[in-house]
């Protein structure tokens, strides 16, 4: 099938774009307001966008809480979803009223952060600690605004020593879980892992310190 994105004449009982675009890591970011209230909600449309210096992104569609709470004091974090904590991630989608906190309404303990305020998820084998830099306009060409892109620099790391060895993080090991489309996830162990290295020149991460 080809088909007129703009017309949406797939047919399908569903917009496939999500299934396509797949499986997408999930930032499971925690932002707090100015008057300490609490925010933890996991967002798919998001990745690493740079490596000089650290950054990463999430995609809001409208003045969600967290981009609002991101937007009013400048910093969040960004925890590991693993498949153990599938569950949890899940509760914490849950469409909570505006500063009741979705940590504890998914049974999730949060443990603080070095370098800014707003905590991680304890149970999390890994988190991001970041600043906001700036939140950009997803603008469409037919000029509509429906989704901001908000981009933070991360300050801060942390790691579960369970998951380094000799001097690498084993990825796998974590059991990462990913969006998928629909109502479908992936997850990822050590036995889907593979090496390949690239070409001479072609950018290899390995030569990268």
């Known amino acids: 099938m080809h088909y007129n994105v703009t017309a949406a004449d797939h047919g399908l009982p569903h917009d496939p774009f999500k299934a396509i675009v797949s499986p997408r890591p999930i930032g499971w970011i925690t932002a707090m307001d100015k008057e300490g209230r609490i925010n933890c909600s996991p967002y798919s449309f998001f990745n690493a966008i740079s490596d000089r210096p650290h950054m990463v992104a999430f995609g809001s569609g409208g003045m969600k809480d967290a981009r609002a709470f991101v937007e009013e004091t400048g910093e969040f974090t960004c925890s590991f979803c693993s498949w153990d904590l599938r569950d949890a991630m899940n509760a914490t989608s849950a469409p909570l009223p505006r500063g009741e906190n979705e940590m504890s309404f998914a049974g999730l303990e949060a443990a603080?952060?070095?370098?800014?305020?707003?905590?991680?998820?304890?149970?999390?084998?890994?988190?991001?600690?970041?600043?906001?830099?700036?939140?950009?306009?997803?603008?469409?060409?037919?000029?509509?605004?429906?989704?901001?892109?908000?981009?933070?620099?991360?300050?801060?790391?942390?790691?579960?020593?369970?998951?380094?060895?000799?001097?690498?993080?084993?990825?796998?090991?974590?059991?990462p879980i990913m969006r998928g489309g629909y109502d479908q996830y992936f997850q990822v162990g050590e036995e889907q892992m593979f090496k390949m290295t690239r070409p001479p020149g072609g950018g290899n991460f390995n030569e990268r310190r």
């Open 112 to 175: 603080p952060s070095v370098h800014v305020k707003p905590p991680r998820v304890k149970a999390a084998p890994a988190a991001l600690e970041c600043k906001w830099i700036q939140t950009v306009p997803l603008t469409s060409l037919e000029g509509v605004t429906t989704y901001f892109l908000v981009i933070g620099q991360v300050v801060g790391m942390y790691i579960d020593d369970a998951f380094i060895e000799n001097g690498i993080v084993n990825t796998g090991k974590m059991h």
